[in-house]
């Protein structure tokens, strides 16, 4: 069996996720457009909403999109170095650096994101003009912590895990 359905469970809910992150985008770009176009065009009455609108969706897009980019290795890295130690330094390097991750993603953005959304929720907070609980802005901590660790599993899992991550962003591919 080459593909078995965990595997395309599993690629089917990152899809999810990617599409989600479209859509935050585009109710984003939606949101400040509208605000903008409240506050300047004669006849129509500016929008309280937007503002508190946009920092709530950029929250959870930049959040979000962090895993992502997590996922496909688009964030900084110091490959040079790691490329230059030997093969198998190079591999209990990438195992560490993983491991590292994993470790702040579960306990800062999992524990911790998970606690401030339950005690936020707990003394009721609410934004000032939409009226939504705190919480729930919040909890895009706890959420993209479960994605990040995800994806430590992942490239852990994978042979390709391995290799420097440069060069799994090679043009030939």
Same mark, same amino acid.
């Given at each position: 069996?080459? +593909?078995? /359905? ?7 809910? =990152?899809? %999810?996720? @990617?599409? !989600? *992150? ?60 790691? +490329?230059? /130690? ?7 390097? =990438?195992? %560490?650096? @993983?491991? !590292? *991750? ?72």
């Amino acid at each position: 069996m080459k +593909n078995p /359905l965990f595997l395309r469970i599993w690629e089917g809910v =990152v899809r %999810l996720l @990617e599409g !989600t *992150v479209v859509t935050i985008f585009g109710a984003l770009v939606f949101a400040v457009l509208w605000g903008v176009v409240s506050r300047y065009l004669p006849g129509i009455r500016p929008s309280a909403w937007t503002e508190e609108l946009a920092i709530s969706l950029l929250v959870w897009l930049t959040l979000l999109g962090a895993a992502l980019g997590f996922r496909s290795h688009a964030h900084l890295g110091v490959d040079y170095f790691v +490329n230059k /130690l030997e093969p198998s330094a190079s591999k209990a390097a =990438v195992v %560490l650096g @993983e491991v !590292t *991750v994993f470790g702040f993603a579960a306990f800062a953005l999992v524990y911790g994101g998970w606690r401030l959304v339950t005690e936020t929720l707990a003394t009721g907070q609410i934004t000032p003009v939409l009226q939504w609980p705190m919480g729930w802005l919040y909890a895009a901590a706890p959420i993209s912590g479960i994605f990040i660790c995800a994806f430590c599993i992942e490239h852990l899992l994978r042979p390709a895990a391995f290799s420097s991550p440069a060069s799994e962003l090679s043009l030939a591919d």
